[in-house]
């Protein structure tokens, strides 16, 4: 038992400096200030060579034959369910953020939501299967945390369907499918989000790719308002285009980005290995011979086993001065937007045990290892003084 006292229960917090629970990285050198400088000075603040630049670059990295720049990934899925005409329900995860459910309210489509998997927190393609009904347009899968969902059984499950299959990529660029494919050749089409989160990212911004020419054709179109260049819009798009000083920061950053994921990897192994005598502490699963980007390390708590539950744990660690998050709660399903599309048919118990139990850890691409060392030792120690813990929070309760 480590002398260490929680600061839940008294004792000095393990961190002085607060921890977030993440940071953009970036490389920031003169040939990027000075790219920025000649952005600046020629005008050409949007629609220009280094948006072309940049999209050219990622279909080389991805591997696909067409990657649209956009505003966001929220943008960028909105534009996409409006260019595949979709109309009718879609089948979805409800165990995610809540972009990948906006974008399919926002094209008037009827979510109709599968259970996940426990161990890989993605949507389970046998749950798809049973939600799949003659009125289904899609099937929308998503890449929980950066690791690949099941896109095999999810492919062959809308091949049968004669639907599409739309991946929300949002967390996942640069990672690998099982086997070792590019994460963006998967589906029909697949939108990564470039945010600050994100382990690859351009301030705001979205990548669409797809090997589909006529869809990208449209999706140009539908990020330029839906405006094809006569001023007499086809249909009603957005202004989702990715400005030219974005842009350059993905040109800039691609190139570092494999050795970020290398980086994350190995402080992901670290947060295992430091983690693996803790009872009730489990990890995100997902294929060995795959290779996810890392932009969360989800972990799950059994209150049973660890001795108390993962809010509990959240505070416990806040007062450590360590951030966390509980994605996804509340999960899609039970939030306000979602509600009025309950018609008591939906069944989710491995998503609701997940909300309650799944907690995200602080990760960053140069985040020094004995922060991590250091997180496992407090969450260790919280763990030894569990039953006091629980004791403290008991009496605080019956107190209030
Ligand atoms: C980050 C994220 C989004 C939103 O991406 P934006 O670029 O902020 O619009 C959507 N879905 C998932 C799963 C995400 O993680």
């Not at 979205?206 to 405006?227: C, K, M, P, Q, V």
């Amino acid at each position: 038992m480590s002398s260490k006292r929680p600061a839940i229960l008294g004792g000095a917090p393990a961190l002085i400096d607060p921890v977030p629970l993440t940071r953009p990285t970036q490389t920031v050198n003169t040939a990027l200030l000075s790219t920025f400088s000649d952005i600046v000075k020629s005008g050409n603040l949007t629609k220009g060579d280094e948006l072309a630049a940049l999209e050219r670059a990622v279909c080389e990295f991805l591997g696909v034959q067409n990657a649209i720049a956009v505003s966001s990934c929220t943008s960028g899925l909105m534009l996409t369910l409006c260019c595949l005409g979709l109309r009718g329900e879609i089948v979805l995860p409800s165990f995610t953020f809540m972009a990948t459910g906006h974008a399919a309210l926002w094209n008037g489509l009827t979510p109709v939501f599968a259970d996940i998997d426990p161990d890989t927190f993605a949507v389970d393609p046998d749950r798809v299967a049973e939600a799949l009904t003659p009125r289904t347009a899609a099937v929308f899968g998503a890449h929980t945390f950066g690791a690949p969902c099941d896109v095999g059984a999810l492919a062959k499950l809308a091949a049968e369907g004669a639907v599409p299959l739309v991946l929300d990529a949002a967390p996942a660029f640069g990672g690998t499918y099982p086997g070792g494919a590019m994460i963006g050749t998967g589906g029909t089409v697949e939108v990564f989000s470039l945010s600050p989160t994100k382990p690859f990212t351009t301030g705001e911004g979205g990548i669409i790719a797809t090997d589909d020419a006529a869809l990208a054709r449209e999706l140009r179109i539908g990020r330029e308002y839906g405006n094809a260049g006569g001023y007499d819009s086809a249909f009603a798009g957005l202004n989702a285009r990715m400005p030219e000083l974005s842009a350059a920061l993905g040109r800039h950053n691609l190139p570092h980005l494999p050795e970020l994921l290398e980086r994350r990897g190995h402080l992901a192994d670290r947060y295992r290995a430091g983690l693996a005598d803790v009872a009730g502490v489990r990890f995100q699963r997902f294929d060995p011979s795959a290779r996810p980007t890392y932009k969360d390390v989800g972990l799950r708590v059994s209150p049973e086993e660890f001795g108390i539950d993962r809010d509990t744990l959240a505070s416990a660690l806040r007062a450590e001065h360590i951030a966390t998050r509980n994605y996804y709660d509340p999960p899609l399903h039970r939030q306000k937007a979602y509600r009025r599309f309950d018609t008591g048919s939906w069944s989710l118990p491995h998503t609701e045990e997940l909300s309650r139990t799944a907690i995200t850890v602080p990760l960053w691409s140069d985040m020094p290892e004995h922060l991590v060392d250091q997180i496992c030792d407090v969450i260790r120690v919280i763990h030894e003084h569990a039953p006091e813990i629980a004791d403290r929070i008991h009496l605080n309760e019956a107190l209030a």
